[in-house]
Nanobody, 119 residues
Framework: QVQLAESGGGLVQAGGSLRLSCAASGSIFRFNVMGWYRQAPGKQRELVASIIGGGITNYADSVKGRFTVSGDNAKNMVSLQMNSLKPEDTAVYYC?????????????WGQGTQVTVSS
């Protein structure tokens, strides 16, 4: 059973920074991709940033240049550094991991952490 635990959310003023962390139970080598999604009230969940083996990253256009996703294999963690935050970044942020196993792609989610950016 894979567990993902997010931390680091909170309330910050526009222009400020937050760092989210996602701790996985066990090695993150088994995942072929890890990422961060967010869901604002009344909106669909959307991909914010992802990282795959070799450190290749992908970002939503809305966060490019402001957010940085990184992985720490030794700590089994993935982090999301968020700078120059805007009110529109307010959402619940979810850690996600995808594990290919036996021909099936398993999707795991954390419980979510609230990020609120005040104007």
């Amino acid at each position: 059973q894979v567990q993902l635990a997010e931390s680091g959310g909170g309330l910050v003023q526009a222009g400020g920074s937050l760092r989210l962390s996602c701790a996985a139970s066990g090695s993150i080598f088994r995942f072929n991709v890890m990422g961060w999604y967010r869901q604002a009230p009344g909106k669909q969940r959307e991909l914010v940033a992802s990282i795959i083996g070799g450190g290749i990253t992908n970002y939503a256009d809305s966060v490019k240049g402001r957010f940085t996703v990184s992985g720490d294999n030794a700590k089994n963690m993935v982090s999301l550094q968020m700078n120059s935050l805007k009110p529109e970044d307010t959402a619940v942020y979810y850690c996600n991991a995808k594990e290919p196993r036996g021909g099936i792609l398993y999707d795991y989610w954390g419980q979510g952490t609230q990020v609120t950016v005040s104007s």
